[in-house]
C-alpha cells in the first residue's frame, strides 16, 4: 500500500512539474515570437529607410549630372559619382545575398556603404533569408535588380557626356538633348522606387499577418494544451485523492482491526501523540487514559521487578544516544483487571530536520503467550540436558565396568592374550572419555576436541612411563568442538597411533619425543601424531598389515572421509587429513 501511494504521488508531482515545464516552454516560445516579430519589424523599418537613402542618392546624383552638363564643373561629376556609392553599395549587399552560400562581411560592408544603420543590418538580412520564397519579396528584389541596371545605365550614361564634353565643345542644343534624356532615366527610376516601396509595404503586409496568425495559431495550440494539461492535472488529482482517501480508511481498518497498540510519544512532554485503539482489547484501558497519563501513567501499571530497570530507560530520554537506545523492550503491565502480561515494545526513533531524536513511535505486542512457551521448553530443555547427563554418565560407567572385567581375564592368560586384552581396555577407555566429556559438557552434544586430545594423550603416557622410561609429549592442538559421531573414530585413532608409538616407536629407548598436532588446513583438518624414536619401515604400507590397530585405523579414517600420509625419517610422521561435520 505504503509503495502504491508512493507511485501516485511521484505520479503527481510528475504532473506539477510537467505544468511547471509547459508554462516555461510557453513563456520562452512567447519571448522568442515577440523577439522575431520586434527583429522583423526592424529589418522592414531598415528596408523602408534603405529605399528613401538610395532614392535620395539617385535624385542627388540626377542633379548633380545636370549641373555638370550644364556648366561642365568637374567637382559636380565629382559629386555625381560620390553619391552613387549608396546605390552600389545596397547592390553589393543584393547581389551577395542571392548567393546561397553568401558572406555575411561583404553583405554588410555593402549594406553599410548604403548608408544603412549597423544595428539594423543584421535584421535586413534575416528578413530577407527569411521571406525570400514570398511573391512580395520577390518582386521587390526584381524591381531592385531593374532598378541597379537603370543605376547602372545612368552611370554608362554620364561616362558618355564626360567623355564627349573634354573631347570638343558641346552645344546648348546637345546639352538640352541630355537633359531630357536624364530627366527620362529620372522618371523611369522614379517609378522604380514607387513600385519598391509598394512591394516593401506588401511585404510588411504580409510578413505582420504571418506574425499575428502564428502568434493566434501558436496561442490556441497552447491553451489548448494548457486545457488537456489542466484536465489531466484536475482528474488525476482527484484520482489521487481518492485513492488517498481509500488509503486512510485501509490503514485506519488495519489499526483498528491490529492485535498491536502502535503509538507515537513526544521526548520533550514525554506523552503520547497518539495510541491505537487496540490497547483496549489487549490491556482494557482506554488510549485516552494513556495519552492523558503519558509515561507516568504506564511506570504505575508495570511490573516491580521491571520497574526500575524501565526507569533507567526513560531517565535516557533527556539526552537519548543511538548506542544506548534499545530498539526492543520487554516487561509486564498490569491490566485492567489486574492481571500481568507480558508485552514487547519495539520501537524506533524520529528525527527533526536537523538530525534531533523528537519522538519515539513503536507497537507493542502481548508476548504472554511466548513467554509461557519458553518458561515451559527451557524447563522441558532442562529435563532432558539431566537425562543425557545421566545417560553418558551411564555409559560411561558401563564402558568402565567392562574395562574392569577385561582386567580380571588378565589373570592366568599368556602375555600375547594380556597385551590384547590390554589394546582393548585402552579403546574402551577411548571411548569412555569421549561420554565423559559429553555429560561434562555444557551443550551435552559437542565436546573440546582440544582438551578431549590432551587428557587422553596424558592417559596413555601415564600407562607407559615409568622411572626408567621418560617420553616428552608436545601438544599444538587447535580449540575445536566436535559431535559424537566425529569424537569416537577420532579418539580410536587417536589411541592406536598413539599406543603404537609407545609399544614400538620408543621400544628400548629410555627417552623421546611424541607430538600430536591439530590444525586446519585448506577446506578441513590434518592430524598430526610424530614421533622421534625408532624409525618405520621406508617401504612399510598400511594395507598390506596384519595388525588389527592398523586395520582398525584405516577403517576408522574411512569412517571420517579422511585420508592417511605416512613420512618416516628423522621423524616418523602419520598424517590424516579429514573434514569436521557442521
Not at 89 to 117: A, C, P, S, V, W
Not at 459 to 485: C, F, G, H, R, W
Request: hydrophobic share 40%; charged share 30%; proline share 2%.
Amino acid at each position: 500500500m505504503t509503495t502504491e501511494n508512493g507511485k501516485e504521488r511521484l505520479d503527481v508531482n510528475k504532473k506539477v512539474i510537467a505544468l511547471f515545464a509547459f508554462g516555461i516552454v510557453c513563456a520562452l516560445l512567447l519571448i522568442l515570437i515577440v523577439n522575431i516579430s520586434i527583429n522583423t519589424a526592424s529589418g522592414i523599418r531598415a528596408y523602408v529607410g534603405g529605399e528613401g537613402m538610395w532614392t535620395k542618392a539617385q535624385k542627388e546624383s540626377v542633379i548633380h549630372l545636370a549641373n555638370y552638363i550644364l556648366t561642365e564643373n568637374e567637382e559636380e561629376f565629382s559629386h555625381f559619382k560620390s553619391v552613387l556609392r549608396v546605390n552600389l553599395g545596397d547592390r553589393m549587399g543584393r547581389e551577395e545575398l542571392l548567393k546561397d552560400e553568401y558572406d555575411y562581411q561583404t553583405i554588410y560592408d555593402g549594406f553599410l556603404m548604403g548608408r544603412n544603420h549597423p544595428e539594423d543590418i543584421p535584421h535586413m538580412i534575416n528578413v530577407f533569408r527569411r521571406f525570400q520564397w514570398t511573391p512580395e519579396v520577390q518582386e521587390a528584389i526584381d524591381v531592385w535588380t531593374q532598378a541597379d541596371y537603370k543605376i547602372e545605365e545612368l552611370i554608362d550614361f554620364a561616362d558618355s557626356i564626360k567623355s564627349q564634353i573634354e573631347s570638343d565643345e558641346v552645344s546648348m542644343e546637345q546639352k538640352a538633348t541630355w537633359i531630357t534624356e536624364l530627366e527620362e532615366l529620372d522618371h523611369e527610376l522614379t517609378d522604380l522606387e514607387v513600385r519598391f516601396s509598394a512591394a516593401m509595404g506588401n511585404m510588411a503586409r504580409l510578413v505582420n499577418s504571418i506574425l499575428r496568425w502564428t502568434v493566434i495559431l501558436l496561442g490556441l495550440l497552447l491553451i489548448g494544451i494548457g486545457i488537456w494539461l489542466i484536465y489531466r492535472f484536475l482528474n488525476s488529482t482527484r484520482v489521487w485523492m481518492e485513492t488517498l482517501r481509500e488509503s486512510e480508511e485501509r490503514f485506519k481498518h488495519v489499526l483498528s482491526n491490529s492485535k498491536d497498540v502502535l503509538y507515537k510519544m513526544n521526548l520533550d512532554t514525554k506523552e503520547y501523540e497518539y495510541v491505537s485503539p487496540a490497547l483496549k482489547s489487549m490491556l482494557g484501558y482506554e488510549p485516552e487514559e494513556f495519552l492523558n497519563g503519558g509515561v507516568s501513567f504506564i511506570l504505575s501499571k508495570m511490573h516491580p521487578k521491571d520497574l526500575e530497570r524501565m526507569q533507567k530507560v526513560v531517565e535516557k530520554y533527556d539526552s537519548i544516544e543511538d548506542s544506548e537506545f534499545l530498539p526492543i523492550v520487554e516487561f509486564r503491565l498490569k491490566d485492567s483487571n489486574g492481571d500481568w502480561k507480558w508485552v514487547s515494545n519495539v520501537r524506533s526513533l524520529v528525527r527533526d530536520s536537523q538530525g534531533k531524536p523528537e519522538a519515539i513511535i513503536g507497537s507493542v505486542r502481548n508476548i504472554s503467550t511466548r513467554k509461557k512457551q519458553d518458561k515451559q521448553i527451557k524447563e522441558s530443555l532442562k529435563e532432558k540436558e539431566v537425562l543425557l547427563q545421566e545417560i553418558h554418565h551411564r555409559v560411561k560407567n558401563n564402558l568402565a565396568i567392562i574395562s574392569s572385567l577385561l582386567e580380571l581375564q588378565k589373570d592366568n592368560v599368556s602375555e600375547e592374550v594380556e597385551a590384547l586384552l590390554s589394546s582393548s581396555q585402552s579403546r574402551i577407555k577411548s571411548i569412555a572419555k569421549v561420554h565423559e566429556k559429553l555429560y561434562e559438557s555444557p551443550t551435552l552434544s559437542n565436546i573440546p576436541l582440544d582438551t578431549y586430545i590432551r587428557e587422553l594423550a596424558e592417559e596413555i603416557k601415564k600407562a607407559y612411563t615409568s622411572n626408567k622410561k621418560d617420553i616428552e609429549l608436545q601438544l599444538n592442538v587447535s580449540p575445536y568442538e566436535i559431535d559424537l559421531d566425529d569424537a569416537i573414530p577420532i579418539g580410536l585413532i587417536l589411541n592406536e597411533l598413539i599406543n603404537n608409538a609407545f609399544k614400538h616407536a620408543f621400544k628400548e629407548l629410555d627417552k623421546g619425543t611424541l607430538m600430536i598436532s591439530l590444525q586446519s588446513k585448506d577446506k578441513g583438518m590434518e592430524l598430526v601424531v610424530a614421533n622421534d624414536g625408532n624409525a618405520i619401515a621406508k617401504d612399510f604400507d598400511p594395507s598390506e598389515s596384519d595388525s588389527l590397530g592398523m586395520t582398525l585405523i584405516q577403517v576408522l579414517i574411512k569412517r571420517i572421509n579422511g585420508t592417511l600420509h605416512i613420512e618416516s625419517g628423522d621423524w616418523t610422521k602419520f598424517k590424516i587429513q579429514f573434514e569436521l561435520k557442521h
